[in-house]
């Protein structure tokens, strides 16, 4: 009867998607539905479903498969990236909860939309034709733009989430035009085909590296690389804290595992193109992330200012272009989200009373009201610094590793310069707590149970990832592998 | 030559719309040249209970009106896909109709969920 | 080229704007006796005679009236647009004219057969909004503010539901091009199932034609007169000769829709010998004669009325029905 090859429709390596997508809506009708009622269950519901939908990414997003007619693959690359998605997103969730309570917009909403944009997170990492992506990438951002506006009590939140929807949509013209050029100058969207068109057209054509160009451009937008990251510290700082520890942590991962694809698959053979571009990205992106977060009272600019620099890193590893270098990202993403887990547990127990406070030197004489604390903060600190022998430091190292292992000696050198500068402001962070002396205490006792466990498991993970880092590297090193097939 | 013909098929429709434009353009431009034009500033001044306008009308206005428009977009891009869908769907057969059916189960649960937090409700 | 083609093609040419011209004098007739129409009805209804002064039965009352508009004088408020103020009724009332272009009146008597009629007439009739739009926003006018944008939310609104029936339509008939929906074959079942969809639309069309009982954007009551409350003379009576022209198209494109355009009704072959511009012409006149008698006997909605029913009825039912119509012809395998 069909005259379309769809017979071979297999939904198989989708199932995680599906699922969590058919969840997403389930929860908006029962929410919309019960009302109050549904309110204090569907949290759990949500972490419910990101759990199984962890379980069926880790049986069936693995095995090699390209479904949907070429739109989506599934890999061992694609399956670790979306298992750490789905721990970085059910971390914001745990983190969450307690706090849109106390915030009072503890509306079901906003699992509906985290949810949502894990959807589009996970069809980002298994895009493999640049339509599939930019639809991947518009339902990520437009989940996130209405989260940056949560709290519709806020002319902050209204302005953060203003901010970036009228630059994420300024960034998704630039990847649409770069895309288009792309597609007029080789035919396809198909990765697989500008692969296979990329290695027969010697030299290619001016537009499509202008195109990249503009593609590089627009996803550096998400992923807050300067010199694209003006929106980063607005945002970080005016949108709920929920809602920046869901943008520190997991979607920059997303856009860099897609960016890695993307460079990696059907860009493979445009290295000496793309390079500088990812270069001039990491030094940029090291020198903000590294000079701007000193002038910052306010922890969660600062912290903006600390994500725009560990993606400087994280594309030094990028621009290594050898499977080392993948390692190393994604070794240095997991460690950097878990650290960024611990950290936003400390910044949302920094109340007093009852109101949320944001700036630095409320921390002060931290050591003496509440030393557990002050001393995990302290420990995530020097982690966020590179300082051994936490966690930090191996991320750093590797990449520094992969930079020399390419030969880009003096960028690795940069690296090491820049985050000595870095360090200045995460010890500063640190002195606050030990050494000022405090005017007003903070309130006791703010964190739930959630909150404590999140920032007990980051604190673990930094302290003991020296004990069996094999452990961790090994599965970077499977999902590494994946992108380079037989090389 | 496949182009041609589709555009032979417009020709009258063009030479319509110029020539609707042209009749309702002179009729407004001849009753304005033909009647005897007496404009006084009173006359000239919008329509108001009997004073003078108090301010500018584009102000704000009622949010639902944006509302509606909205779901107007929505909905009438669906139909735009139905359109295509419904000529091909002897084709295109059960998946062609099961992939539709997905995506309108999407836009019904938008639209319940509209309904359920009151968007279609006015007063 | 030689001499034979250019006759050719000058022939072609003149014919195509005798049929233009045909076509414009002859909705304008129908406008203009469309409105004597409408004031006999509702005269008849309420037991009055209507106009009778100007000519024999008043038969001359529309011109006499189209004579007078004329020759008003055009207030231009000092606050609106001008440009715009006066672009917007002309727009108006061409779209409602250029409609025409793809309505098959007879067999093959069309202006423009084009293989997406429908889609054709679907978009132009969408586009009467911004004349209501630009009406209202240049007037610069609280009445005419406010009657523009309900007016246009509420056309928006019927667009809708119009449009999902549409879908309905062309699933059954499995062409987008206007001759080929009246000449497809439907057999008894069809018309049933479709019958629904028919009241469905003469509803909408209402609404959508801003007529009684959704004439709320006029709503003398509240807002006397909505968006035209600016307008005078020659500017107000684009706006009547375009809605009494929408009416009149609406109701032939229901007839195109549902009720057969220019064959015979009810399948009787031995009345073949009567044209089929007569037939069109009657069952066009059968639906302008609903929108009248509905204006005579029902009462205004209220505006959260209309938008209920556009938005909690008539689009789920619709879109239901767009789901069953696709579902039954492809379970019964009696796709076109």
């Known amino acids: 009867m069909s005259e379309f090859g769809f017979l071979d429709f297999n939904l198989v390596p989708l199932l995680p998607e599906v699922f969590l997508a058919l969840s997403a809506m389930g929860f908006l009708l029962i929410g919309v539905s019960f009302g109050d009622e549904a309110r204090r269950v569907i949290p759990w519901y949500a972490l419910l479903a990101l759990l199984m939908t962890g379980v069926l990414v880790s049986q069936v997003s693995f095995d090699d498969a390209i479904v949907l007619g070429g739109m989506f693959k599934a890999d061992a690359y694609s399956g670790f990236v979306k298992l750490l998605i789905i721990g970085g997103v059910m971390a914001t969730l745990g983190l969450s909860m307690r706090y849109l309570e106390q915030e009072h917009i503890d509306q079901m909403e906003f699992y509906v939309l985290v949810l949502l944009a894990s959807v589009g997170m996970m069809f980002m990492v298994s895009a493999v034709n640049l339509l599939s992506l930019y639809m991947a990438l518009e339902l990520q951002s437009l989940s996130l733009y209405v989260l940056a506006a949560f709290n519709r009590q806020s002319p902050r939140a209204a302005e953060a989430g203003v901010k970036y929807f009228a630059l994420g949509g300024l960034a998704s013209g630039m990847m649409l035009f770069g895309i288009s050029l792309i597609y007029g100058f080789t035919g396809s969207l198909d990765f697989g085909t500008l692969t296979a068109s990329m290695m027969v057209m010697q030299p290619v054509p001016f537009a499509v590296i202008f195109g990249l160009v503009f593609l590089l451009a627009g996803l550096a937008f998400k992923l807050s690389a300067a010199p694209f990251h003006m929106w980063t510290p607005d945002v970080y700082e005016g949108a709920p804290t929920a809602v920046t520890a869901l943008f520190a942590m997991v979607p920059k991962l997303a856009a860099l595992a897609l960016l890695m694809r993307i460079l990696f698959e059907p860009f493979a053979y445009l290295v000496p193109q793309w390079e500088q571009i990812i270069i001039f990205l990491a030094v940029m992106s090291m020198i903000v992330g590294a000079f701007g977060a000193i002038a910052q009272s306010n922890i969660k600019r600062l912290i903006a200012y600390s994500s725009i620099g560990h993606i400087g890193y994280a594309l030094i590893g990028v621009a290594a272009a050898s499977e080392g270098g993948i390692n190393a990202v994604l070794l240095h993403m997991l460690i950097y989200m878990a650290m960024t887990a611990g950290t936003f547990a400390v910044i949302m127990a920094m109340r007093r009373g009852g109101r949320s406070v944001e700036r630095i030197d409320d921390l002060a004489g931290l050591s003496r009201s509440q030393p557990i604390l002050a001393y995990a903060l302290g420990i995530l600190m020097f982690s966020m610094a590179g300082v051994p022998p936490f966690a930090g430091f191996f991320g750093k190292l590797m990449i520094f590793q992969a930079a020399i292992g390419a030969e880009l000696y003096a960028l690795a050198i940069f690296g090491v310069v820049a985050s000595v500068v870095a360090a200045y402001y995460y010890l500063r962070i640190v002195k606050v707590m030990f050494f000022d002396e405090a005017v007003l205490m903070l309130d006791l006792n703010v964190l739930s149970g959630p909150q404590r466990f999140i920032l007990a498991c980051s604190v673990a993970f930094v302290l003991f990832f020296i004990l069996s880092p094999s452990a961790f590297i090994d599965s970077t090193q499977l999902a590494a592998a994946a992108l380079f097939p037989g090389r | 030559m496949f182009n041609e013909t589709i555009l032979i098929e417009y020709l009258p429709i063009l030479i319509f719309i110029v020539l609707a434009l042209g009749i309702s353009g002179a009729a407004v431009i001849g009753s304005l040249l033909v009647a005897k034009q007496k404009p006084d500033p009173d006359k000239n001044a919008a329509y108001e209970c009997g004073f003078d306008a108090f301010s500018d009308t584009r102000g704000k206005f009622d949010v639902r009106f944006y509302l509606v428009t909205l779901l107007f977009i929505i909905f009438d891009l669906e139909i735009a896909f139905l359109f295509p869908w419904a000529i091909s769907l002897k084709d295109i057969g059960m998946f062609g109709f099961w992939s539709m059916m997905a995506f309108l189960g999407v836009l019904t649960v938008g639209f319940i969920y509209e309904w359920k937090k009151g968007a279609l409700d006015w007063e | ?336």
């Open chain 3, 1 to 336: 080229m030689s001499i034979d083609r250019e006759i050719e093609m000058f022939l072609a040419f003149a014919w195509m704007l005798g049929h233009i011209i045909v076509l414009i004098v002859g909705v304008l007739l129908g406008v203009a006796y469309l409105t004597y129409a409408e004031r006999k009805v509702l005269g008849a209804m309420q037991r009055r005679q209507g106009p009778m002064t100007v000519g024999p039965w008043g038969l001359l009352q529309p011109i006499a009236d189209g004579v007078k508009l004329f020759s008003k004088e055009t207030i231009i408020p000092s606050q609106a647009n001008k440009i715009v103020f006066l672009l917007a009724p002309v727009i108006l009332f061409a779209l409602a004219l250029v409609a025409w272009a793809v309505i098959p009146v007879d067999k093959d008597w069309v202006l423009a057969n084009i293989n997406v009629g429908i889609l054709y007439l679907f978009a132009i009739s969408s586009l009467g909004v911004y004349g209501i739009i630009m009406a209202g926003w240049a007037s610069n006018s609280r009445y005419a503010f406010l009657g523009g944008l309900r007016s246009a939310s509420q056309m928006v609104s019927y667009e809708v539901s119009m449009g999902l029936i549409i879908v309905c339509v062309i699933l059954c008939t499995g062409s987008l091009n206007l001759q080929e929906i009246v000449l497809a074959p439907r057999p008894i079942w069809m018309q049933i199932w479709l019958f629904p969809m028919f009241i469905v639309f003469l509803i909408s069309i209402l609404a959508e034609c801003n007529r009684a009982p959704f004439d709320l954007p006029e709503g003398e009551s509240e807002i006397t007169g909505g968006f035209m409350v600016e307008y005078s003379a020659m500017t107000f009576a684009l706006f009547f000769l375009g809605e009494y022209a929408n009416m009149i198209l609406m109701s032939a494109m229901a007839t195109t829709l549902f009720l057969g355009g220019w064959l015979p009704p009810f399948g009787m072959w031995f009345l073949d010998f009567v044209p089929g511009i007569v037939w069109f012409g009657l069952k066009t006149c059968a639906i302008l004669f609903f929108f009248l008698w509905a204006r005579a006997t029902l009462p205004r909605f209220r505006y959260d009325q209309l938008m209920r029913l556009g938005w909690k009825i008539f689009l789920p039912l619709t879109l239901l029905w767009v789901v069953g119509t696709a579902g039954l012809l492809l379970a019964f395998d009696a796709l076109p």
